[in-house]
């Protein structure tokens, strides 16, 4: 069984005082999480005293985003050597709100994971059909097109080393969660899609998370399918309580 990996996604929210203070409820909550795995994503200003915090921890370290290019002349950008340096093990790329709001196409998420990759952090990688595209019947058709181009040019050792969210557009931020049934089914078409890439048995190694208004009381349904290995958590992350019970589901199903 693959443990569950359980992230929260703190988007634009919290400050150095409540993010922190998050942290350290939660620190003090979960002290009994030992199979699954915990991520916290907070903003970039907040990732070096975050890691701090959690430093004595099992729980991990994301980003929300990186630039794929080394280092240079790139104002605003952050680079995944800086990502590291402040103690990050992971980074979320391709997320809906950043392929809506700022231009990331199939193509920059492919580099951006490229780069996370030669640097050593584990891409969360998200793709997700919006509502139009899954009523007009074509939810297999853009997935198989994020997948093919998030992971252009990866090998298969690669794409076992990294996560995906699935992540259907409608069901973020909207209260309204994908149903266990069409998660699966989704989950089952990614790996589908990465058994005909990469040979057979790669689709089952690789972590599928699912992502899209997973709360509390939810997460039971959701979690305890074999094929969703995890959550990505936005809304219901910024607050220890909520969260606490969603890792604790996770850890129950690992
Ligand atoms: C997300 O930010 O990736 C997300 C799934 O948000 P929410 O849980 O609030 O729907």
Not at 50 to 74: M, R
Not at 125 to 131: A, P, Q
Not at 171 to 182: H, L, M, R, V, Y
């Amino acid at each position: 069984m693959r443990p569950k990996v359980v992230a929260g996604n703190w988007k634009m929210h919290m400050d150095l005082e409540s993010g922190t203070q998050l942290v350290r409820d939660l620190l003090g909550q979960l002290t009994d999480i030992k199979k699954s795995r915990v991520v916290f994503c907070p903003p970039f200003p907040l990732l070096y005293p975050v890691g701090e915090l959690l430093k004595d921890s099992e729980f991990g370290l994301g980003a929300q985003n990186l630039f794929w290019e080394e280092k240079g002349a790139f104002t605003g950008e952050v680079s995944a050597s800086m990502l590291k340096s402040v103690g990050c093990q992971y980074v979320i790329i391709g997320h809906s709100e950043r392929r809506k709001y700022f231009g990331e196409t199939d193509e920059t998420v492919n580099r951006k994971i490229h780069r996370a990759l030669t640097e050593g952090l584990t891409p969360i990688v998200c793709v997700g059909e919006t509502l139009v595209e899954r009523e007009a019947g074509k939810t297999h058709e853009v997935v198989q097109r994020q997948v093919e181009g998030a992971f252009q040019g990866l090998s298969a050792e690669a794409v076992q080393n990294l996560i995906i969210a699935y992540e259907p557009v409608w069901a973020i931020g909207t209260g309204k969660n994908a149903t266990p049934e069409q998660a699966v089914e989704v989950h089952q078409l990614i790996r589908q899609i990465l058994n005909q890439k990469y040979g057979e048995g790669i689709g089952e190694n690789v972590t599928i998370q699912y992502g899209g208004s997973v709360n509390e009381k939810n997460a039971e349904s959701l979690l305890g399918q074999p094929d969703i290995d995890g959550a990505l958590v936005g809304g219901a992350s910024l607050k220890a309580d909520r969260f606490a019970a969603i890792v604790r589901i996770g850890e129950q199903y690992s």
